[in-house]
């Protein structure tokens, strides 16, 4: 028996729109943009946007279908556990997911803060010290924010919302009478020498990219929260999708439109430099200020998303217990929340933003993504006839896309993180062995 209807289902599809779309956005472009556009040695970086755009739509679709089927807490755990079998198969890939999850939920908080403290940065100098201290502090005041009724956090995540589009939109419409077009699409591929650079540099850069359009999957860990999920799910994940592709094609264009590409490939501050191009020093200091709103409001909905996870892996025995507590009056997984923002608070004091960003895709692309595409494949095949809430258009195209997108970026990551991934899934495996042998006498393991 699940203790899912001790959660609330609060969430319209107004907020649960707001949610994905905050949680896509963050930091991501703003501080990737500038390495993407130098892999691609300027305009032609955006192909990469648009194949991170066209995986985003392929296994977005792959998530609604899910979502729609499976509205619960956990997202990919439940998914897995479902889709591979629950005595089996099932038990071990929700158990690696849950496993890696330990490690990459906090990278993606991390992640998110380092970027913060680096933006912050451009209006006050900090040292390697400061950063930490701000990054850290960050996650601690996340955590308070969340710390309260889901109605109140969806009621926020629209609050927020709104600022993160506004600015983007903001940035866009400020660029129009300055705009270069023969600058913004001068796509030479001349530069690269040879097919296979460009396949590396590609790779390279769709992996910065994707990691920015990250989370339009995040109503899936609040399932059971959602209001009238079969239908808001899917909605809300290709609604959110959608709205950010416009917004991270037209500020990619835009930008390289009223910037030297050299500039931008240069800048770890490319949006601030950018208005300060267009106006002054000062209003380019009011837009920094927004852009780390944008950034705060992503953690925000990652650290709300993660930590619906561990509770619902311990509701169903596959977890430490006492993640399955739900706070007395406001109804939200209070320990899996705390839980979940202090080891993402102590990695954002050790980590280093690239080597986080490339650590966090690499552990979840084969059991989490991959995996997920070949099983909701092979689930429709053994299933054929069945109702289901959400048919993806096409099947199985786009999750065969998907996966293939996916295995193409894993292809182009750096040996030493696919070896540390892997690493990471043996060690896991090792413990599953353990708890299925051990384990199954003591109820909190």
């Known amino acids: 028996m699940t203790e899912n209807h001790k959660l609330e289902r609060g969430l319209s599809l107004t907020q649960a729109t707001a949610i994905n779309m905050i949680d896509m956005v963050g930091i991501g472009p703003f501080v990737t943009m500038s390495i993407i556009v130098g892999l691609m ?8 946007w ?3 755009a066209t995986l985003a739509y392929m296994d977005g679709m792959v998530w609604a279908e899910l979502g729609a089927r499976w509205p619960e807490a956990g997202g990919s755990y439940v998914f897995l556990k479902r889709l591979f079998g629950e005595k089996k198969g099932g038990r071990l890939m929700s158990f690696l997911f849950i496993w890696q999850t330990t490690l990459q939920a906090p990278l993606v908080i991390a992640s998110g803060a380092i970027g913060f403290a680096n933006y912050f940065s451009y209006l006050i100098p900090l040292n390697f010290i400061e950063k930490k201290m701000v990054s850290g502090g960050l996650v601690i ?8 009724n889901i109605k109140s956090v969806g009621k926020i995540s629209v609050v927020l919302w709104v600022i ?4 983007i939109l903001w940035l866009i419409l400020s660029g129009i009478p300055h705009f270069n077009a023969a600058q913004a699409f001068d796509l030479h591929m001349s530069s690269f020498g040879t097919s296979s650079i460009l396949y590396v540099a590609l790779g390279q850069a769709s992996l910065k990219s994707i990691y920015s359009y990250l989370g339009y999957y995040n109503v899936c860990h609040l399932g059971a929260e959602i209001k009238d999920p079969a239908k808001n799910i899917p909605r809300s994940i290709l609604i959110s999708i959608t709205g950010i592709v416009i917004l991270y094609l037209g500020m ?7 910037l030297p590409w050299q500039t931008v490939a240069k800048s770890d501050f490319v949006a601030s430099i950018y208005f300060e191009q267009i106006y002054n020093h000062g209003v380019a200091q009011v837009a920094t200020l927004l852009i780390l709103v944008i950034a705060l409001a992503s953690l925000f909905s990652a650290i709300l998303g993660y930590s619906r996870i561990p509770y619902a892996a311990a509701v169903n025995g596959d977890f430490f217990k006492v993640f399955a507590k739900v706070h007395p009056r406001h109804k939200f997984p209070h320990v899996s929340l705390l839980a979940v923002g202090a080891v993402g608070f102590i990695f954002a004091l050790i ?7 490339t650590a966090i895709l690499t552990m ?6 991959v995996s997920q595409a070949v099983g909701v494949i092979a689930w429709n095949y053994k299933h054929k006839g069945e109702d289901s809430p959400y048919k993806m258009p096409l099947f199985p195209i786009p999750a065969i896309i998907s996966i293939v997108a996916w295995l193409f970026i894993y292809s182009c990551i750096k040996v030493q993180f696919i070896e540390w991934s892997l690493v990471v899934l043996g060690a896991g495996g090792v413990a ?11 109820p909190q393991i």
């Open 364 to 369: 979840r692309i084969l059991i989490q993504f």
């Open 351 to 357: 980590f280093r933003l690239g080597d986080a960003i």
């Open 252 to 258: 990619q264009t835009m930008i390289l439109g009223v």
């Open 50 to 52: 648009l194949l991170g």
């Open 141 to 148: 005041l996340l955590v308070g924010l969340l710390y309260r």
């Open 432 to 442: 599953y062995f353990l708890r299925e042998r051990y384990g199954r006498s003591n």
């Open 41 to 48: 040695h300027g305009p032609a970086s955006i192909l990469a």
């Open 164 to 167: 993160t589009g506004g600015t």
